[in-house]
């Protein structure tokens, strides 16, 4: 049944799919399966996790979208290493209990919360991550709180990197509405 499920499930979903609670907690105890989260299990036998925490948020946080700097770490455009995982949650959304890893969790509401969302799969889980025009934008949107100079940063970063897509740069910056901050910004550096 793991193996149906890319070798990983929560405890709702075994249950669901027939495996007995003291089943579950024996094969965990046995070592033929490895906890990756509170009520989160997956295959010991299973490859090891090319990014445990993207994963592990990803099945414990289900409407959450990995942003910032987790986000600009994933798309290879910064030099920063995040020390939490960054999640975007919808305003009014439940606060996710999560023991490991640490998560900071930044409120949008709206297009800002549902535009520039990607799904990659990671280790068979699909993540849902901001594209990087979006995640630059969110960088200004969030600069008191992440600092100017790693935004800046990450836009010298995906100006290297990939052709600049200045439309929905501008798209994003539009909703998030910090074009008037972004717009001397992008002039000097594109």
């Given amino acids: ?19 007995h609670p003291s089943t579950l907690y024996t094969m965990r105890d046995d070592g033929t ?10 295959l010991a036998e299973s490859e090891p996790l090319g990014n445990p925490d993207l994963v592990t948020v990803a099945t ?3 409407n959450g979208v990995i942003c910032l700097i987790s986000a600009l770490a994933f ?27 640490p998560i900071k969790i930044y409120w949008f509401s709206g297009r800002a919360f549902t535009d520039g969302v ?3 799969e990671i280790d068979g889980v699909n993540v849902h991550i901001y594209n990087e025009e979006k995640t630059l934008v969110d960088c200004f949107k969030f600069r008191n709180k992440i600092g100017l100079d790693t935004a800046v ?11 600049v897509n200045v439309d929905a740069l501008m798209h994003f910056a539009k909703i998030c509405r910090v074009e008037k ?4 910004y992008l002039e000097a550096i594109l």
């Fill in 60 to 62: 414990r946080v289900q």
């Fill in 1 to 19: 049944m793991f193996r149906k499920h890319s070798g990983i499930m929560h405890t709702a979903q075994a249950l669901r799919a027939g495996i």
């Fill in 181 to 184: 901050v972004m717009r001397p």
């Fill in 153 to 163: 940063e990450a836009v010298r970063f995906y100006r290297e990197r990939k052709s």
């Fill in 75 to 101: 798309h290879e455009i910064t030099t920063q290493i995040p020390h939490e995982v960054h999640v975007a949650l919808q305003r009014g959304a439940e606060i996710p209990r999560l023991n490991y890893p």
């Fill in 33 to 42: 399966l490895e906890t990756i989260s509170r009520g989160v299990y997956r």
């Fill in 118 to 120: 990607a799904v990659h």
